[in-house]
């Protein structure tokens, strides 16, 4: 009995060595996260208040002091053909038709159901110019036999963070600075006619009015004739996701 007494206390004492070995080392890596911590937070407070200071939106460039009226905005040209178009925002009365394009074109990120959808575009309309769908109209009142609808084409146009969908992979993400543009339909009748580029280059005119220098937009890579559509109005692929076959393209304006 008096011979196993000193190995107890030996192990004793080592335990109590060890735990104490512990509990330094503890401390140590406590202390250590707590520095990291704090480093991180005086960071961020930093890069937060850099941001707060230029643009509450992410440090985002800044927008101009004036921005342009929903009801005034509005640009126009007019065809080959003679046929003269408004592009101009969205409105309450576009809301059907609106719905209508964007229903039968099946492009993904927006509500399915014909109700939800058109509480979705509402939305948009108090939007402007943050965010907004510009819409594509037939001047003249007699409708052309091609297009059934005076309201031809739609395309959306996001200024900031705050109206565009985060829906998008992290390889295909962009820069806040930039407008982003989505969403383009054409009435199938109407097409073959440049519609498209013109609503394009509509949609970006808004982007550059609110100090916008880059214009970003995904396209899937089945859509050939879209894509080349793009690129010959001025737009490079960016980066590409090979699961979802998405392309980023961007155009400096």
């Known amino acids: 009995m008096s011979a196993t007494l000193p190995t107890r206390r030996l192990l004793v004492v080592v335990c109590h060595h060890r735990d104490r070995q512990t509990s330094r080392e503890g401390a140590k890596c406590v202390h250590y996260y707590r520095q990291c911590k704090n480093r991180r937070r005086t960071k961020g407070e930093a890069r937060a ?9 992410t440090g985002a ?4 002091t004036t921005v342009p009226s929903r009801k005034e905005w509005k640009k126009t040209f007019t065809t080959n ?5 408004t592009c101009r925002a969205c409105d309450v009365d576009d809301i059907p038709a609106v ?16 109700r939800e959808l058109k509480k979705y575009i509402e939305k948009s309309i108090d939007a402007f110019p943050r965010g907004a769908y510009i819409v594509l109209v037939r001047d003249d009142e007699e409708k052309s036999k091609k297009c059934s ?12 963070p705050e109206t565009r969908r985060d829906d998008f992979d992290r390889a295909l993400q962009f820069t806040d600075d930039g407008g982003y543009i989505s969403d383009l339909v054409i009435e199938t009748r109407c097409r073959g006619r440049g519609l498209g580029e013109k609503l394009m280059l509509c949609g970006e005119s808004l982007c550059k009015e609110m100090g ?14 879209v894509i080349r559509l ?5 737009y490079e692929e960016r980066s590409s ?4 076959r998405d392309l980023l393209m961007r155009k400096k304006i």
């Open 49 to 57: 208040g850099t941001a707060s200071q230029s643009n509450p939106f």
């Open 61 to 64: 460039l800044p927008y101009p």
């Open 81 to 85: 053909d003679g046929v003269k178009y």
């Open 99 to 114: 719905a209508s394009l964007l229903m039968r074109s099946k492009l993904a990120g927006f509500p399915t159901e014909e």
């Open 149 to 160: 609808s005076s309201c031809v084409g739609v395309v959306g146009v996001s200024n900031t």
């Open 212 to 225: 916008r220098e880059e214009v970003y937009l995904h396209v899937s890579t089945r859509k050939v004739g």
């Open 230 to 234: 793009y690129e010959n109005i001025g």
């Open 241 to 244: 996701n090979f699961l979802r």
